[in-house]
């Protein structure tokens, strides 16, 4: 009898044992406060029972913020993208620099002769505008066969241009020659006045 009665003490002790933490259901709190169902997500992997529910409240609220600043990423990334076109001012187009009339002439006494059109002065530039080719291949003594005559000739054009002119007096060249020292190379002994006359066309 004593047997029985310590058996029937031992299964009532039994039945009046507390449910075990692993036997509750799956969407059970372990503890009053904390989150049921989808919530319970939102908990740490290792959950610590030593934790406040003002601690729990603040990690949810966090993962909450977070799920929202994904989702805002991921609306930004799919929306179509605004290309903005910046248009540039329009390029100003230089026009060419037109070139004088005695720019012009120069250009082509230098492809005659580019040493000679070198050489010439500014001002005796300023008579050969408007002159043709065959105009200036005789001032600088193209045409000219006669040696001391065709020195005469190439002298009085980087001297003075268009050396046909009648306000250029042949004393006037002969005086500016006594003074260059390269026509006196080129012509060391000189024949004298007439060849001055002969060179600058004023006498045959």
């Known amino acids: 009898m004593a047997r029985k009665a310590a058996r029937r003490s031992t299964r009532k002790n039994r039945r009046a044992r507390p449910r075990r933490l692993r036997d509750l259901p799956p969407d059970a709190p372990a503890a009053e406060?904390?989150?049921?169902?989808?919530?319970?997500?939102?908990?740490p992997p290792r959950m610590s029972f030593d934790l406040t529910l003002e601690q729990l409240k603040a990690h949810q609220e966090l993962r909450t913020e977070q799920?929202?600043?994904?989702?805002?990423?991921?609306d930004s990334l799919a929306a179509p993208q605004r290309?903005?076109?910046?248009?540039s001012p329009a390029a100003t187009t230089a026009k060419p620099a037109t070139a004088t009339p005695t720019e012009l002439a120069l250009t082509l006494a230098a492809q005659i002769d580019s040493e000679l059109a070198a050489l010439i002065?500014?001002?005796?530039?300023?008579t050969l505008m408007g002159l043709s080719e065959d105009e200036l291949r005789l001032l600088m003594g193209k045409k000219e066969h006669r040696p001391k005559e065709r020195e005469v000739q190439r002298f009085a054009f980087r001297k003075f241009g268009?050396?046909?002119?009648?306000?250029?007096?042949?004393?006037?060249?002969?005086?500016?020659?006594?003074?260059?020292e390269k026509?006196?190379?080129?012509v060391p002994s000189f024949g004298g006045y007439s060849t001055f006359l002969r060179g600058l066309k004023r006498k045959d």
């Open 162 to 180: 268009d050396w046909r002119r009648d306000s250029l007096k042949p004393k006037d060249v002969i005086a500016a020659e006594g003074k260059d």
């Open 33 to 43: 406060g904390l989150p049921r169902g989808k919530d319970s997500e939102d908990l």
């Open 83 to 87: 290309v903005i076109v910046v248009s």
């Open 121 to 126: 002065e500014s001002a005796a530039a300023e």
């Open 67 to 74: 799920r929202k600043a994904g989702q805002r990423l991921a």
């Open 183 to 186: 026509f006196k190379r080129a």
